[in-house]
């Protein structure tokens, strides 16, 4: 049966492969970082913090005191039609986008921000976007093999992980390269070692 979350698959000669999938990662559970200041609209297709009116929702002079706490701001843009995104920049698409109103960065304890809070809290909306949209893979590494006796074969998950945030299907071959073909030579490495254990004292016994 074919896997609906699969992106890319390869199987090598030696058993060992990997999948590439859509990692089913719940927007409700990721904690994106930034508070959002929103009109009561715009909860409807995203979670909203603090509630401002519409006519506020394009004028940060009038929340001066709900803004008192921010170390950073920059304007939020929602564009809702087939899916949903978020944007400190504007959509070309004037129906169905428009300025709901602020990503916010507040101030934590112990936490200290320099002149790039800005670009962080841009970054931040960047990924939750990503999240939103559904732009998140994750990988799994198995191996085949087969049993002497009644020839049966087997495909085991040996490894996995998931959570890669904003990977696009031009990112997949440096997330292969990258993360995922190293961990299958460590596997290979691994059974090797265990080989020549398993021959070494086999040897030995001899």
């Known amino acids: 049966m074919t896997d609906w979350r699969e992106i890319t698959s390869k ?25 959002i200041y929103a009109t009561q ?8 913090d603090v509630f401002i009116n519409a006519e506020d929702a394009e004028e940060e002079n009038h929340l001066n005191e709900k803004l008192k706490n921010a170390v950073a701001y920059a304007p939020l843009y929602l564009f809702a039609h087939s899916n949903v995104s978020v944007s400190t920049e504007p959509y070309s ?13 507040e101030q934590e304890e112990g936490t200290s921000w320099g002149p790039e809070a800005v670009e962080t809290l841009k970054l931040m909306v960047k990924q939750y976007d990503a999240v939103l949209r559904g732009h998140v893979v994750g990988w799994t590494v198995s191996k085949r093999s087969t049993c002497d ?5 087997n495909v085991d998950v040996i490894d996995s992980c998931g959570g890669y945030i904003g990977y696009d299907y031009k990112e997949i071959d ?3 390269e990258q993360e995922v ?26």
């Not at 006796?149 to 074969?153: A, E, G, R, S």
């Open 11 to 35: 199987e090598f000669d030696d058993g060992f492969g990997y999948k590439i999938i859509h990692d089913e990662f719940e927007p409700e559970y990721y904690d994106r970082g930034f508070k």
């Open 41 to 48: 609209g715009a909860a409807k297709y995203i979670p909203v």
């Open 93 to 105: 698409d004037p129906w169905d986008s428009g300025q709901c109103g602020f990503a916010v960065l």
């Open 149 to 153: 006796k009644c020839n049966h074969t």
């Open 174 to 176: 440096s997330l292969i």
């Open 181 to 206: 073909m190293p961990i299958i030579d460590h596997h290979r490495n691994k059974m090797k070692e265990a080989e020549h254990a398993s021959t070494a004292t086999a040897i030995g016994n001899d």
